[in-house]
């Protein structure tokens, strides 16, 4: 049986990445407080909470929300980064830089406990760009991780490894949670993998922001995506009988 509390927990996250994506930023902070007031162990709602008041250039609330994270989980790799950007933001560099270079540490920590043999040629060149996502995370720049990490996660699809372009995407829209073309992978690598739910919500996400921002490169491959997969949907049934 479902938890419910777990359910509400998912939704309020969902609505906020989705308020994020539609640019209503108070509100996207409205329903993860929400979240955090459900499951209040959690540190990832106060780490949206902290990049969206960065986005919103109100460092000061972004470094409560990012220290608020961390007192739930003190050596969480994105709440480290973005309370360093929070403090960098803030004029006091000093720190930002030591919180940076802890932040950069654990993340090569990963990278050495999860290192693959390369299998595949092109593994390596992808990986690269994994670590230059991390190193400009750690250094507080939030737009290039998330270039770099959808790259990466491109890559990932490339060579056909499912799970690591899944990572990938993850923390590039922790790097920034309104990358559009992140979502657009993540609904494909939904679908591939045959988890129709998720590929539809994430499918809508990007229509209602197309419905916004009327970009029709981006709509088209929308469509034609919908199109290799109409049948296992009503909602992508829609979508694929969209006018291109």
């Known amino acids: 049986m479902t938890d419910p509390v777990s359910v509400q927990y998912k939704d309020m996250l969902q609505r906020g990445h989705m308020s994020v994506v539609n640019g ?9 407080r929400q979240a955090a007031a459900l499951v209040p162990e959690r540190p990832l709602p106060y780490t949206r909470i902290g ?3 960065l986005q919103m250039e109100q460092p000061r609330d972004a470094l409560t929300a990012f220290e608020s994270a961390l007192e739930r989980a003190p050596t969480d790799q994105d709440a480290l980064a973005g309370k360093a950007s929070a403090l ?7 720190e930002a830089g030591e919180t940076r270079r802890s932040a950069a540490q654990l993340e090569s ?43 990466a996660a491109n890559g990932y699809v490339a060579i056909n490894d499912f799970d690591a372009a899944m990572d990938a995407c993850l923390r590039s829209l922790e790097a920034r949670p309104g990358n559009l073309d992140v979502h657009f992978v993540m609904t494909m690598l939904y679908l591939r993998r045959g988890w129709i739910d998720l590929g539809v919500e994430r499918a809508v996400l990007i229509e209602h922001r197309l419905d916004i921002d009327d970009d029709r490169l981006r709509r ?21 009988s969209s006018e291109i």
Do not use: C, F, K, M
């Open 24 to 32: 209503r930023p108070l509100e996207a902070i409205g329903h993860y």
């Open 51 to 53: 990049h969206v008041y």
């Open 88 to 94: 960098g933001a803030s004029g006091r560099t000093d």
């Open 109 to 151: 920590q990963a990278r050495g406990r999860s290192r693959r043999s390369p299998t595949d040629p092109r593994l390596r060149e992808i990986e690269q760009h994994v670590i230059n996502g991390a190193d400009s995370r750690a250094a507080g720049e939030d737009g290039v991780a998330s270039a770099a990490y959808l790259t």
């Open 220 to 240: 088209n491959a929308l469509v034609a995506l919908a199109r290799d997969y109409r049948t296992r949907s009503p909602e992508l049934e829609r979508l694929a």
